[in-house]
């Protein structure tokens, strides 16, 4: 039995009917290549689903189920009106799940309707702008052989590019940057139950099954790019992304024309930034629910396509240091020239989504409206040229890049009306005098639709119902109409066709004969105007590489416009590139500055030979995050060419920045809070190097005191002796006696102070969010407590308790001294000496001699 007839979970043994063994056949094509979708299947102004899809669509969609019955069978079906494609489309994609879209492609008559598949819908693949948001939507495809490789495609701009990677952890570092909305895995790898769990843990997102035989994807890949490049020189990234285009040629129904090439790209050549540096620097989401990201403070960009490429600017920052400063010197340029700025972003503003037209140019699907929308934003780039005549460096390339195509813009302009329709076919898209046949076809329609005009003036005359009036609907075409009192006057010429309450209507032959000939000549011209619009956007795909250079120019340029406005709105400076050292003057967290209004307290952090790590002390909620994060997102604006927010910046090239700050349980992978905090040290430890930035905060915080302050001890001093800047925020204290024992670790603490007759005598404490030199002298951590609203029996309790601990009323000191000790340094008498102490305060008395 077919696969979709087993779906259809219907009862009884007779024949199917034959709309449903139509929907059976389909239904069966489209497993084949999509073997989880959903067939969404047109019958008359719904599109229904039947059996198991049903069932589906009721829960995902949460509509009704009902059953279609015939004498013999009876299955579950449930539909949508027509109306509402879009929107449930959407819902179903978000889900995770495939659509097919089978429409009815002739009209009713007496027989079966052709149906025919006319969409495959997959979150990876949409190309619909409806179904986008203005983000990147990559479909990605994973593969292993001798080593990893990953594949990206985002078919709504062509974008196609590949990486290799020798461990899994680089991989996932890797992927969850282009946070793909789909992945292909390799039966390797999703037939392979641990990986697979593992790989779902990590990336929420739809798993989709692909071909990846070597030999099928190689073919592939020369369908696609008439070649298979020789840069694809291993099996795993030949296999990556042969499966990708497959799958997407599959999804598309034809050709990828938007495709152009495939891109490899080192990951060792920009800097290295693993998920946990991501999420925790919060680069593109915000832990918190409704907080605020980096790239929502920096997104000042004016088109679709500049967001994007400031997404993968943010994505990617560069580790080559003539590359940093060309940027930083374009962004230097339009800070300092207001009116070229101004002009550039107002210029901007009018653009559309120049990428993403191109790409629906190149495979001839762009729509009437998108053409003009190209013609629109074409028009801008001579502007544009203009604008940014005599500049060189970075901008003068962008300038290079700008091919305004006027004679593409021209022949748009001359064949297009102003506001063309979405649709093709939906006729009045072709200016008058462009094309000599379809304005023969419009005269003659014009010419008898004047007809009509003065019939109804010769028939009012005629007749001497002076009301009388020519009327048209799509029920009864063209017609006569005469009111009540006026119906005695009716020549017998008139035949009636239609009796209303207080009037009626009538036809005759030379009416109907002028309604067909206008029906006729405006059928034709559809369908001429429909070849005329078919021809001139087929012509456009010629230029398809040109627009894209075009487009990637206007996004660039886009992304420099954008962050020299932040420099100039919130005070940015531009840090200087050097070698060894880095000095922050008075920084500033962005995220906190904008959602504080600027009220943030700015702080100094200096870094560099003789000063390589910062241990940072202080109580919670002073601002030792904040210092950290603050540190790390100026090392990161730098390297993609950005001004910083501070007075003054002087940073090296680093070529990672590594971070531990926060952790939860993974609940789903089975691994405690300290479990992950450890296997995020693990990798920062494996991965850094003396190039590289590290902020750790709180290590060791989730297990026992004494476990904690040994690993936090441990790592510090492994991660000092590597000579990678580090800045290391704790809470135990006891390492703070480490700055004189290792040469470059400095003792900072974020300055708070103590009031004891603020809270009604019960104390309190001022933040003053300040970092200076030293260590602090406590954790405050009661305090913090009753501020956070403990009930004060809690707190008095844990003061006293306290206390009592800190005065050695319990072996809370002696557990402290212990791990203070440098037993390397002490003598055999000092260690006795000790040892009788100890004793004597465990057991409040001289102990008896032996």
Not at 78 to 107: F, K, M, T, W, Y
Not at 157 to 162: K, W
Request: charged share 25%.
């Amino acid at each position: 039995m077919r696969v979709a007839q087993k779906v259809l979970k219907g009862t009884g043994n007779g024949a199917l009917p034959p709309m449903l063994e139509q929907y059976v056949r389909m239904r069966d094509e489209v497993a084949a290549q999509l073997p989880h979708a959903i067939l969404l299947f047109q019958v008359g102004d719904f599109y229904e689903t039947f059996g198991e899809d049903a069932e589906r669509a009721a829960r995902l969609l949460r509509i009704a189920l009902t059953h279609k019955s015939s004498r013999d069978f009876s299955t579950p079906m449930a539909g949508i009106p027509l109306r509402a494609l879009d929107s449930n489309v959407e819902r179903l994609l978000a889900a995770g799940v495939c659509v097919a879209v089978a429409d009815q492609v002739e009209e009713p008559g007496s027989g079966l309707v052709e149906r025919k598949v006319t969409q495959l819908l997959t979150p990876g693949t949409v190309t619909e702008e409806r179904h986008l948001s203005a983000d990147e939507n990559y479909l990605a495809a994973v593969a292993t052989g001798d080593g990893y490789a990953l594949a990206l495609l985002d078919i709504s701009t062509g974008e196609f590019r590949c990486a290799a990677f020798h461990t899994r952890s680089a991989l996932y570092d890797e992927l969850s940057r282009w946070r793909a909305r789909e992945v292909l895995l390799a039966p390797e790898l999703s037939g392979n139950p641990a990986l697979l769990s593992d790989f779902q843990t990590r990336f929420p997102v739809m798993l989709s099954p692909a071909n990846f035989e070597e030999d099928g994807c190689c073919d592939e890949l020369r369908t696609v790019l008439g070649e298979v490049p020789g840069s694809l020189n291993s099996a795993a990234l030949r296999r990556a992304c042969g499966a990708v285009l497959g799958y997407a040629r599959v999804t598309q129904q034809g050709e990828l024309r938007m495709v152009r090439r495939a891109v490899r790209f080192e990951p060792g050549a920009h800097m290295r930034l693993p998920e946990a540096a991501v999420r925790a620097l919060e680069l593109f989401t915000a832990q918190a629910p409704g907080g605020v990201a980096l790239m929502d403070v920096l997104s000042q960009t004016r088109t679709a396509g500049g967001r994007r490429r400031l997404r993968a600017w943010l994505r990617a920052p560069l580790l080559d240091e003539l590359s940093i400063r060309a940027r930083l010197d374009s962004v230097e340029t339009l800070t300092r020239a207001a009116d070229l700025r101004t002009g550039v972003r107002s210029l901007l503003y009018r653009a559309h989504d120049l990428e993403r037209l191109s790409a629906r140019v190149a495979v001839k699907r762009a729509t009437p409206r998108e053409v003009a929308s190209l013609a629109r934003t074409l028009e801008l780039l001579p502007e544009a040229v203009r604008l940014l005549d005599g500049l060189d460096g970075l901008l003068g390339g962008v300038r290079t890049r700008l091919d305004g195509l006027p004679e593409v813009v021209t022949r748009i302009r001359a064949a297009l009306v102003d506001d063309p329709p979405i649709r093709a076919g939906d006729g009045g898209l072709i200016r008058d005098g462009f094309h000599a046949g379809l304005d023969e076809l419009r005269s003659a329609a014009v010419g008898h639709r004047a007809w009509l005009a003065e019939l109804e003036l010769a028939e009012r005359a005629r007749t001497g119902i002076g009301n009388l009036k020519v009327g048209f609907n799509n029920v009864f075409g063209y017609y006569l109409e005469v009111t009540g009192p006026h119906l005695g006057k009716v020549p017998p010429d008139y035949r009636q066709i239609a009796t209303l309450k207080d009037r009626a209507r009538f036809t005759r032959p030379d009416l109907r004969e002028r309604e067909r000939e206008i029906a006729r000549l405006e059928q034709a011209a559809e369908r001429l105007e429909l070849e005329v619009f078919t021809e001139l956007r087929d012509s456009l795909a010629a230029h398809a590489e040109a627009l894209s250079e075009a487009a990637g120019a206007l996004a660039e340029l886009d992304v420099l416009s954008a962050l020299a406005e932040i420099a100039v709105e919130c005070g940015w400076t531009r840090p200087q590139t050097v070698d060894g050292g880095a000095r922050l003057t008075q920084a500033r967290h962005p995220v906190v500055e904008a959602a504080t209004g600027g009220k943030f307290v700015p702080n100094d952090a200096v870094l560099g030979p003789g000063r390589t790590t910062l241990l940072l002390t202080g109580p919670n909620m002073a601002g030792k995050s904040t210092y950290l994060r603050t540190v790390a997102i100026c090392a990161l604006l730098h390297q993609i060419g950005s001004f910083v927010p501070a007075d003054g910046a002087d940073l090296p090239v680093y070529d990672a920045i590594h971070t531990r700050i926060g952790a939860s349980d993974d609940l789903a992978g089975g691994r405690s809070t300290f479990m992950v905090e450890m296997s995020e040290l693990a990798a920062i430890l494996h991965g850094v190097t003396a190039r590289s930035l590290v902020i750790l905060d709180e290590v060791g915080r989730g297990t026992s005191t004494l476990d904690g302050l040994a690993i936090a001890q441990a790592a510090l001093e492994h991660l000092h002796g590597t000579g990678a800047h580090t800045l290391f925020a704790t809470h135990y204290f006891e390492l703070t006696r480490l700055e004189g024992e290792h040469p470059g670790l400095v003792n900072l603490h974020v300055a708070a102070e103590e009031d004891e007759s603020a809270h009604d005598g019960r104390g309190g404490l001022t933040f003053y969010h300040q970092v200076i030199p030293g260590a602090a002298r406590q954790s405050y951590g009661v305090e913090v407590a009753r501020l956070a609203g403990l009930p004060a029996p809690v707190t008095a309790r844990a003061a006293r308790l306290l206390t009592a601990l800190n005065t050695g009323s319990d072996d809370g000191r002696l557990t402290r001294e212990l791990a203070a000790l440098d037993l390397g340094r002490l003598t055999p008498l000092q260690a006795l000496e000790l040892l009788h102490g100890w004793q004597r305060a465990v057991v409040g008395a001289e102990p008896q001699q032996a």
